[in-house]
């Protein structure tokens, strides 16, 4: 039986499983992080704004900051990423920068 709206890995209870659970709180269509535009302070060391969705979104505070360095050891899957997790436009959003690619990414949209 199918129900309106209902989308791949919806259960009628409401919780998602599988894949769905794995995209929750990401800002792309398939669940991937979406590149972005970051304004960053030198001085302060962190990012104070960002356009997503053709929207410029004010960074309000900083609530944790982290670093993922993975796969150091081989030629290939080597991973070197900052993550700043930020309010910003009444939302709780991860921002990340990966090192290597050099660029900026909305990672997930935090519950």
Known sequence: ??????????RPDGRLTGAARAR????????EAVPVTVTWDERARRPVAFVWR??????ERVLETWVLETGWWRDEGHV??????VRAGGR???LRY????RAWALEREVG
Do not use: H, I, K, N
């Not at 053709?54 to 960074?59: A, E, H, L, P």
């Open 1 to 10: 039986m199918s129900r309106g709206g209902a989308t791949s890995g919806d």
């Open 24 to 31: 929750a709180g990401r800002p792309g269509p398939g669940g």
């Open 54 to 59: 053709r929207r410029r979104y004010q960074v």
């Open 92 to 94: 709780v959003l991860d």
């Open 80 to 85: 070197s990423r900052s993550y700043w997790r």
């Open 98 to 101: 990966d090192r290597l690619a």
